[in-house]
């Protein structure tokens, strides 16, 4: 899935090592070696973010597919290794607590967790992403950091459809869910929340970085805001996800 944060493209020196059988025309030099590190977190940041099921490993902690995420809980937490390049994804009732220890995690804090959500008999998709906050490392970069959380959610969100795919064959009109996405930040400018449209065919709002890109226009949505009294349309009553800092349409909550 490549790297997600700042702190990893900057902390950690790329290994590239040539497989044995590959042959080359010209003998690589010290010159084109360092040309060629200096070149491969450019590489990371700007090229194509690619799904790719075969580094996805998927763990299923009390949950079956047969139960509808708008009367059971219902929650996906997905973790990435810089250097094994795998993702792991775990779905369960709550976030997986366990798989975010670790000082590694702490200082990346790359994690994308999310939780289906019933608000007034409607499904969404509610994910949750953290900018900035927590050490001075993540305040660094905040919008390096919410440019490569934007450019690898397509990946994130072909994650949770292929690692649950029995729920989306089970509950196919899942699919046709909004995304709704929480960037948390210590910056009003990127603690927000985006639309992403269907989880079918997710794409950032109108306000994203490239115009010309697939878009979903926020100003004709209303975010989904869940009943003040106890209410059958509405599910679950609490969220699993309390990150800070919180934005302004989970502060009216």
Not at 177 to 196: A, D, G, Q, R, T
Request: aromatic residues 12%; hydrophobic residues 35%.
């Amino acid at each position: 899935m490549g790297v997600f944060t700042a702190t990893s493209l900057l902390l950690v020196t790329p290994n590239l090592r040539h497989e044995s059988g590959s042959s080359h025309l010209f003998p690589p030099t010290r010159k084109s070696k360092k040309k060629s590190r200096a070149l491969v977190p450019v590489a990371r940041l700007f090229g194509p973010a690619i799904f790719e099921a075969s580094k996805l490993k998927v763990l299923f902690l009390g949950v079956d597919e047969k139960k509808h995420p708008g009367k059971f809980p219902r929650t996906y937490t997905l973790t990435h290794s810089d250097i094994t390049s795998k993702l792991t994804l775990a779905v369960s009732h709550t976030i997986n607590n366990s798989q975010l220890q670790g000082w590694y995690n702490w200082l990346q804090r790359d994690e994308v967790v999310a939780e289906w959500k019933k608000v007034k008999g409607k499904m969404s998709l509610h994910v949750h992403c953290h900018i900035s906050g927590g050490h001075f490392l993540l305040d660094l970069w905040p919008n390096l950091r919410y440019f490569i959380f934007r450019k690898e959610l397509p990946v994130v969100l072909n994650a949770f459809v292929h690692g649950d795919v029995d729920l989306f064959n089970n509950y196919p009109e899942l699919q046709e869910s909004l995304v709704w996405v929480y960037f948390h930040s210590k910056i009003p400018e990127f603690n927000k929340v985006e639309c992403w449209g269907p989880l079918k065919d997710p794409a950032p709002p109108s306000n994203g970085p490239k115009p010309d890109e697939p878009t979903w226009d926020l100003g004709r949505l209303d975010w989904p805001k869940p009943c003040q009294e106890d209410c059958s349309c509405c599910f679950p009553a609490i969220t699993s996800i309390s990150w800070s800092p919180k934005n302004e349409l989970e502060q009216t909550s």
